[in-house]
C-alpha cells in the first residue's frame, strides 16, 4: 500500500508539471499542485516508508525535475508556443499624419493622462502633457508630435 501511495503522489506530481508546461504556460495552479505533489512524495517516503527510501524518492524527484526542465528547455515544446515572426507591421492612425503643431481642438473625453480629442471634425486619441487632467469639452493645443502619439495641452 505504502508503494501505492507513493507512486500515485509521484504521477500526480508528474501529470500536474507536464500539464503545466505543455498545456498551461506560466507557474500557476497546476504547477504548484505538481510541486505540492512531490514533496508530499518525499514527506510520505521519509516518515512512512524510512530514510533510504525517502532519500531515493528525494533524488528521483529532483532528478524528474531536471528531465523536465530539458525536455521543455530543449524540446519542442515552447517552440510550438513562441512567436518566431517579427512584427513589422503597426496601428497607424491615418489622421495624425495631417496635424501640425499648434493646431487647436476640443477634448472629447476627460484626459486623465491619455483620452480622445477632436480636431477638425476628426477624433484621434491624445496624451495629455506633464500628467495634466483636461476635462472633455475643453480647448486642447497639440504640443509635439512623437511615434504616432499626439501630445496635448490645455488652452488657458
Not at 500628467?131 to 504616432?148: F, Q, S, W
Request: proline share 1%; net charge negative.
Amino acid at each position: 500500500m505504502e508503494v501505492f501511495v507513493l507512486l500515485l503522489l509521484g504521477l500526480m506530481g508528474i501529470v500536474f508539471l507536464v500539464t503545466e508546461v505543455v498545456l498551461i504556460p506560466g507557474f500557476g495552479l497546476t504547477g504548484i499542485l505538481g510541486v505540492i505533489s512531490f514533496m508530499a512524495a518525499v514527506c510520505y517516503s521519509f516518515v512512512v516508508m524510512g530514510t533510504l527510501a525517502g532519500w531515493l524518492t528525494l533524488i528521483s524527484v529532483v532528478l524528474l525535475c531536471v528531465l523536465l526542465i530539458m525536455w521543455s528547455i530543449y524540446g519542442k515544446s515552447i517552440d510550438k508556443m513562441a512567436l518566431k515572426e517579427k512584427i513589422a507591421s503597426s496601428v497607424a492612425d491615418p489622421n495624425i499624419a495631417s496635424l501640425s503643431v499648434g493646431m487647436k481642438g476640443v477634448a472629447v473625453t476627460r484626459l486623465a493622462s491619455i483620452g480622445n480629442i477632436d480636431i477638425n471634425g476628426n477624433t484621434i486619441e491624445a496624451t495629455a502633457q506633464f500628467g495634466e487632467y483636461v476635462d472633455a469639452g475643453e480647448i486642447v493645443e497639440i504640443t509635439r508630435l512623437e511615434n504616432g502619439t499626439v501630445y496635448v495641452k490645455k488652452v488657458k
